[in-house]
């Protein structure tokens, strides 16, 4: 009889770890689609200013039509991608670069530099860069031990069990890891050379 009582004592016990390891993961789980939600809201706030970072440099520049076009583009490309987060990254890598070459042709004129809508732009664009930066590291580390407890012994007899798989980082390429370059410029603010 005690043999017995140690026997299902041990199936309980075995059972509760095995429920507690699934909540686990599905808290987790669910942990990350929050933080790529974040993620996904940054993005699209970003997606929002560009037509009017780029509606306010054609006013300048009106003659870099292939700027605008590429960042349009990119833009609408970048928007489109709906897939895992390493299909997210490659849609926003040329979308990057555009942006950092639309401000490349901002620098070339100094009226547009020195206006108020641009610059209040390129500050809300920078804030977004970070916001989007600090919402890319915190899923990534959610991920990171996500995919910890799906690869780690005994845990990941449970994520086979149940079906839990490594979720994909969101990563930038290399080219293009760093936030367009916002130069906020004081004395060309106010008109000063």
């Given amino acids: 009889m005690t043999a017995l009582y140690a026997a299902l004592a041990v199936v309980g016990v075995l ?3 095995i429920a507690l390891s699934f909540n686990r993961f599905v808290q987790e789980r669910n942990l990350i ?12 706030r970003r997606y929002d ?8 440099v054609k006013g300048y520049a009106a003659h870099e039509r292939e700027v605008f076009e590429k960042v349009t583009e990119t833009r609408t490309a ?8 390493d299909e997210q990254a490659r849609a926003e890598t ?3 670069g555009a942006l950092r070459g639309l401000l490349a042709v901002a ?12 610059l209040a732009l390129q500050k809300e664009l920078a804030t977004t860069e970070d916001r989007l930066q600090a919402a890319r590291r915190f899923y990534n580390g959610n991920v990171r031990d ?10 990941n007899i449970i994520a086979n069990l149940f079906n839990f798989h490594a979720e994909k980082f969101f990563e930038v390429e290399e080219a293009v ?10 004395g060309s603010a106010q008109g000063q050379p």
Avoid: C, H
């Avoid at 890891?177 to 004081?186: L, S």
């Fill in 15 to 17: 059972l509760i770890a």
């Fill in 33 to 44: 689609r929050d933080s790529w939600a974040n993620i996904d809201t940054e993005l699209r």
């Fill in 49 to 56: 200013l560009i037509p009017n970072l780029v509606a306010t």
């Fill in 78 to 85: 970048a928007m489109a991608a709906t897939g895992p987060a």
């Fill in 94 to 96: 040329p979308l990057v």
């Fill in 107 to 118: 620098e070339n004129y100094p009226t547009l530099k020195a206006s108020e809508n641009f």
């Fill in 146 to 155: 996500y995919n910890r407890r799906v690869q780690s012994v005994p845990s």
């Fill in 177 to 186: 890891r760093a936030a367009p370059e916002v130069e906020m410029d004081a």
